[in-house]
């Protein structure tokens, strides 16, 4: 299956594209432009996190939502996530292990662009569960 995929890298570049390979745990997958473009090799050690994403565009004017409803039932861990550069992500995590390369979120904002997040653990200066 073809994900709509952004990748933000840690030096703040950003690939835009799809991917058919991305597994979490592989070291890299590849980004393409379209559905018979293999595209370009991504080392996940050099990202961020990995966006999985409704469209390319997002909604600039949409301002992203960092919490959660009151009394909203999850299925996982709430979790707020400050990365190295600043940037905090609330959301759902299923699972987290500090050894691993990374983990999946689910943003708290249901109205943002991202569908879920992959987050690579050595871009991240902190996690807190709620």
Partial sequence: MQAKIIAHYSDGRLVKGFSTDFA????????????????????IIELKAVFFVKD???NPGHERKQHFDEGEKVQGRKAKVTFNDGEILVGVVQSYDSERQGFFLVPADKDANNIRVYIVSASIADIAFT
Avoid: L, Q, R, S
């Fill in 56 to 58: 390319f565009e997002g």
């Fill in 24 to 43: 979490p745990n592989k070291p890299m997958f590849h980004i393409g432009t379209g559905p018979t473009d293999t595209g370009a090799e991504v080392m």
